[in-house]
């Protein structure tokens, strides 16, 4: 499935999830947004249970996989919780392996018989059981890319990855910002602490995302900025209504702690980055 685009998204986006999964919205304590949205399965295993899908969950178990069974990504996201596994690096090994499984690299024997198709729910739930069991290829899947890369020969090729880690839901073929997250990111392919440029790649209007002009200063300060916001303990999805941004407002920062160095956040962050 060596494609950017999924021709069934439509059945995984947010609208299909309102319409037929959605629960209610839930919020950590105090806060106004309420940005976890919480869904119920309504049929298999996990058949009655309610959990709340982020939109990395949601690609990884579902279009990484080439998968539209938006009950089969809700129960995929139950399992990797109940086991304790990472559904974004969870998604990444299984599509890899369904790569390696259609090149003949993995086989039916390595997989205890299960087929590893794209666009297999039943792949996808099962490779999960593998890996948290550790059974078949599952042992050597749940070492993840290095390890992989280790015990099958030329399968380095087709891992999307950064020093071990797996890329997160923004192909940088489509934001070229994102490719120099990727590259510089101090603990690989993270979109988080990386720099996620989508944003200011694609609505505000200053950077062709197709272009390698101005990327540079741009992931520079994001980076900066989320070293500096970790510090705080400030959430990623209200920073900007609290004034934290690459040109922070002192406000809230000094009303909360009666200190004013928010001038100086920047250059924290960029001393912690660097």
Not at 120 to 141: F, M, Q, T, Y
Not at 176 to 196: K, Q
Request: charged share 25%.
């Amino acid at each position: 499935l060596q494609t950017a685009v999924f021709s069934e998204v439509d059945k995984i986006d947010a609208r299909f999830m309102k319409e037929n999964f959605f629960v209610k919205s839930q919020a950590c304590f105090k806060c106004p947004v309420a940005c976890l949205k919480v869904c119920r399965v309504k049929t298999g295993r996990f058949e009655g249970w309610t959990v709340a899908p982020e939109y990395e969950t949601i690609w990884a178990l579902g279009a990484q996989c080439g998968v539209s069974d938006f009950n089969a990504i809700l129960s995929a996201n139950l399992l990797c919780d109940e086991y304790g596994m990472d559904t974004i690096s969870t998604g990444n090994i299984i599509g890899f392996a369904m790569e390696l499984y259609e090149r003949g690299m993995i086989t039916p024997e390595d997989t205890g018989g299960l087929k590893l198709s794209f666009g297999s729910p039943e792949a996808v739930l099962g490779a999960i059981e593998l890996i948290a069991n550790r059974k078949k290829v599952g042992e050597i899947l749940a070492r993840g890319f290095r390890g992989i890369a280790a015990e099958v020969p030329g399968s380095e090729r087709y891992m999307m990855q950064v020093k071990g880690m797996p890329f997160a839901a923004y192909d940088p073929r489509g934001f070229y910002g994102m490719g120099l997250t990727y590259g510089t990111s101090s603990r690989g392919a993270c979109h988080n602490v990386g720099g996620w440029s989508i944003r200011a790649e694609l609505l505000s209007g200053d950077y062709d995302r197709f272009a390698l002009k101005g990327k540079g200063k741009l992931i520079k300060s994001i980076q900066d900025t989320r070293a500096y916001l970790d510090c705080l303990g400030i959430c990623t999805v209200v920073r900007r209504a609290l004034g934290f941004s690459d040109k922070p407002d002192p406000t809230i920062l000094n009303l909360v702690t009666g200190l004013d160095f928010t001038d100086k956040l920047m250059e924290i962050g960029e001393r912690i980055y660097n």
